[in-house]
């Protein structure tokens, strides 16, 4: 195989490994109502198998996204180039940004519990959510940029 | 002022900014059980002026130190020494595991509100003390060892 070639190939998996990981974000985002109503549903009447499904299913979901934001995917083990210093760069800067906003968040949501009647529960997915989408989104930004 | 007088001043600075983190992390820490007891306390008796007083005094110290990890204190902005590669390289691994620390907790008191009453007046302080003391003690930790 060419030189110019490889690098086409890299230059694709890492535009696909883009795309996947702002598909994922809006996917993980688009799950909240339902797993919302699955928590409610759960933590008042013990809830249905099917709750408890969809329960496990958004935690799975996030700690593989978790994992894809922290490590780049298999692939990058394949090809050192999709984890190079400009790709570990960006990944600090995401988790940095998901990190702060998350705090953030997480500060809003007690102060708002000590002012107001909250169910505080109906927001621990919500800032599940944020902490993963944000830093996914931002990569996933950062490196579209990056080509 | 000479050059290694000039050198010597930003060592003992990121000498005591190490020190620092430690002491704050460590002081931030011991302000959760008066923090709980706050937030029950308002629960139970309504609001009271020192419940205020003290849980605005966890928030402005939790916000302080987060802005503190995050730029590396005030002085690193006249030696930028203080804020050189390593440091932000330094800086980028105690987030990430101060981030991912962060998120698991949150997940797991998520998964166990499922199963059990958990009260969350008590575990969003925790929340917050493990979100911002793991990176900072984190922070302090991988200075020291670039001291070594």
């Keep these: 195989m060419s ?11 890492l535009r696909r490994r883009n795309r996947v990981m702002a598909v994922l974000a809006v996917v993980m985002m688009s799950l909240q109502g339902a ?22 299913a958004f935690v799975v979901f996030a700690l593989a996204l978790l994992r894809f934001i922290l490590t780049g995917g ?10 190079d210093e400009l790709v570990q760069a960006n990944r600090a800067s995401a988790l940095k940004l998901g990190y702060v906003v998350t705090i953030l968040a997480l500060i809003g949501v007690y ?31 950062l490196e579209r940029k990056g080509e | 002022m000479s050059e290694p007088s000039k050198s010597f001043d930003v060592e003992y600075e990121i000498k005591r900014r190490r020190k620092g983190l430690f002491v704050i992390a460590i002081v931030f820490t011991s302000m959760l059980g008066g923090v709980i007891a706050a937030t029950d306390d308002i629960a139970s ?9 003290r849980i605005g005094a966890f928030i402005i110290i939790a916000l302080g130190v987060l802005i503190f990890v995050l730029t590396g204190g005030p002085r690193a902005f006249r030696h930028p020494a203080m804020n050189d590669e390593l440091v932000r390289a330094n800086r980028a691994k105690a987030l990430r595991l101060g981030y991912v620390v962060f998120v698991l907790s949150t997940m ?10 958990v009260d969350f007046s008590e575990v969003l302080p925790v929340l917050i003390t493990v979100g911002i003391a793991v990176p900072t003690l984190s922070f302090a930790i991988l200075e020291q060892n670039g001291e070594k």
């Design chain 1, 3 to 13: 030189e110019s070639s490889q690098a086409n190939d890299m230059e694709k998996v």
């Design chain 2, 45 to 53: 008796h309504g609001v009271r002026a020192i419940d205020v007083f």
């Design chain 1, 35 to 56: 797993v919302l109503a699955a928590t409610e549903h759960v933590t008042l009447n013990g809830g249905r198998a099917v709750d408890k499904v969809q329960v496990g």
């Design chain 1, 74 to 83: 298999r692939r990058s083990r394949k090809y050192p180039a999709m984890n």
């Design chain 2, 108 to 117: 797991a008191i998520y998964v166990s509100s499922l199963f059990v009453a």
């Design chain 1, 111 to 141: 102060v708002a519990m000590l002012l107001t009647p909250l169910d505080v529960f109906k927001y621990i997915p919500l800032l599940i959510t944020f902490g993963i989408v944000v830093p996914a989104l931002r990569f996933s930004l």
